[in-house]
C-alpha cells in the first residue's frame, strides 16, 4: 500500500467564495491540520458563521493538495526506483557478492512494479472521471437522466 512520506503544506486559499471573516478562516485552518495529522476533530462555532461552507472548502482543499501530493511523489518514487535499480543491474557483473547484490535488484523490480501498478490505476482513476464529466455535461446538456457503467 502506498503511503506518501511528505507533508502537505497548509494552504492559505481555500477558494473560499468570498473574503472569509477570521472565525471562518481560523476554522478552515483547523480543519486542515486535522486531515493534514490524520487526527480526529471536534470543532464549534456559533450559529450563522458558515460552517457547512467552511467545512466544504476546506476538505476539498485538503483532498486536492494531498492528490497533487500524493501522485508527485509518486512519479519521483518511480523515477527514482528506476535510477536505483539501473545502478544496481550496472554493479552486478563488478560485485564480488553478486548474490546480494541480484537479490536487492529483485526488491527493487519488485516494488517498482508495485509503483507502477499504483500509477496504472490512478491514470484509470483519472480517465474514468473524464469520462463521467463528459457524460454528465453532455447530458445535462439535453436535460435526461445520467447512468454510468463503469464496466
Do not use: H
Amino acid at each position: 500500500m502506498f503511503s506518501p512520506s511528505k507533508k502537505i503544506n497548509r494552504s492559505d486559499d481555500y477558494e473560499f467564495p468570498f473574503t472569509p471573516y477570521n472565525i471562518q478562516q481560523e476554522l478552515m485552518d483547523a480543519v486542515y491540520d486535522t486531515l493534514t495529522n490524520k487526527s480526529i476533530g471536534i470543532f464549534e462555532s456559533p450559529t450563522g458563521t458558515g460552517k457547512s461552507l467552511t467545512l466544504t472548502c476546506s476538505v476539498l482543499r485538503w483532498i486536492e493538495d494531498r492528490e497533487l501530493m500524493v501522485r508527485r511523489e509518486l512519479m519521483e518514487r518511480i523515477s527514482n526506483m528506476e535510477q536505483d535499480l539501473k545502478r544496481i543491474n550496472d554493479s552486478v557483473d563488478v560485485a564480488k557478492d553478486w548474490l546480494s547484490v541480484s537479490y536487492a535488484a529483485t526488491e527493487k523490480k519488485r516494488e517498482l512494479g508495485e509503483l507502477q501498478r499504483l500509477q496504472k490505476l490512478v491514470r484509470v482513476y483519472d480517465e474514468r472521471l473524464k469520462k463521467s464529466v463528459n457524460v454528465k455535461q453532455k447530458y445535462l446538456k439535453r436535460g435526461k437522466s445520467i447512468i454510468i457503467n463503469w464496466s
